[in-house]
């Protein structure tokens, strides 16, 4: 990791030590972050993010507001607490390169601090070209202009919300519907039994999907199918089970200062499209009848709204669901049966390049049992960015 992070730092150094000394003639009056020359542009991007919060009537054990991970009941022990963080501070180097009759080449890179320990970790590196994208980068069901911004990275409890190594594709009918379907590395979080256990994977997960956009618009119909393999200990053989879900997702601006936005998901085997389900092992379960594994249906829903309050601040809210669609296919008293994620924020954007947010924040987690646990953030966000 050190040697990451030194050549990460030299790489920069070399290359504005390049910049500096081949000046363009509108020099001063652009980015020290931005590199031009020829027909290559490298841009660098920062942002230090600090947040401190206070969690209480129950407590999140994560940095991120994952209603499924908090206690069901209540804990004593785990009412409260307090937490400074600045690991989601970033950084990211873009650099394009334009091919005459052929188009651009687009070379990205992000990292944050989020890995163990606050290492370096990577978020994002790909490579771009003609709509083919190839490396790690955001799934293609995730849809951001159908969630209203919050303090809290994960977002909603609904949403589809990871990066992934993929090999995809995107383009377009016209200037409003576009496409996109890709083969995405997959992740699978099983609960094994006794009679059977965790497999490596053979099959990628295809999502796709068909998104309209207009001025006050969108709406993005998506889908994915999955083949995921698990081990049966007696027979010493790999079985494979399919899982499918459909999203569906939008926003409508109704006026110039007040947007709505929704998104909604329902399948079988697809936890990891869904915020809270993806943090538990619920890919595939126990059979109630067999021995074997299964399936089982879930979805999610959110609806969220923005109100721009004036040209330097603005409000957001959001409501979420996320949860098994029934009880009797899959009954362990403390498992994870449904959760709630409500949020309230208020962004402050007065000084050019800072934004000042505050945020609270309340989740809600029912087991199998019907015990429930809930809990709540109060946060506060400075981010400074370049």
Not at 131 to 138: A, C, E, I, P, Y
Not at 163 to 182: A, E, Q
Request: net charge positive; proline share 3%; hydrophobic share 40%.
């Amino acid at each position: 990791m050190k040697k990451l992070v030194t050549l990460l730092i030299v790489s920069i150094l070399c290359i504005n030590s390049y910049s500096q000394s081949t000046p363009s003639k509108n020099a001063e009056s652009k980015s020290p972050f931005l590199i031009e020359k020829g027909n290559t542009t490298i841009k660098f991007g920062s942002f230090v993010r600090f947040v401190t919060f206070a969690d209480f009537d129950g407590v999140v054990p994560n940095y991120d507001f994952i209603s499924s991970t908090m206690s069901a009941p209540n804990q004593w022990d785990k009412q409260s607490r307090l937490s400074m963080d600045a690991s989601g501070t970033r950084l990211n180097m873009k650099a394009v390169q334009k091919l005459e009759g052929f188009g651009d080449i687009e070379f990205f890179v992000e990292a944050d601090f989020r890995g163990t320990g606050d290492a370096l970790r990577l978020r994002h590196a790909y490579i771009s070209f003609k709509g083919l994208t190839v490396g790690q980068s955001w799934s293609f069901m995730t849809d951001f202009l159908a969630n209203a911004p919050t303090i809290d990275v994960q977002g909603v409890s609904s949403r589809t919300f990871f990066r992934t190594p993929l090999i995809g594709y995107k383009g377009s009918f016209n200037d409003k519907l576009s496409y996109g379907i890709s083969l995405d590395f997959p992740i699978i979080k099983i609960t094994a039994t006794s009679a059977t256990r965790v497999v490596n994977q053979r099959y990628p997960d295809i999502p796709l999907f068909l998104m309209y956009k207009g001025k006050r618009a969108h709406l993005k119909l998506a889908g994915v199918l999955r083949a995921i393999d698990y081990g049966v200990n007696s027979t010493e053989k790999v079985e494979t089970l399919l899982g499918a879900g459909v999203q569906i997702s939008g926003s409508i601006k109704l006026t110039d200062k007040f947007m709505l936005v929704s998104q909604g998901i329902y399948g079988k085997g697809v936890a990891r499209y869904i915020n809270d389900l993806a943090a538990l092992n619920l890919d595939l379960v126990p059979s109630s009848v067999s021995t074997s594994l299964q399936t089982l249906p879930m979805y999610s829903l959110s609806l969220g709204a923005r109100a721009d309050l004036s040209k330097k601040l603005y409000g957001t809210a959001n409501f979420s669901v996320a949860a098994l669609a029934n009880k009797k296919d899959y009954y362990l008293p403390a498992e994870y049966y449904k959760g709630n994620y409500f949020s309230a924020s208020l962004f402050w954007t007065g000084v050019k390049n800072l934004t000042i947010a505050g945020e609270y924040l309340h989740g809600y987690r029912l087991n199998m049992n019907d015990t429930h646990g809930t809990a709540n953030r109060v946060q506060l966000m400075f981010m400074y960015s370049w």
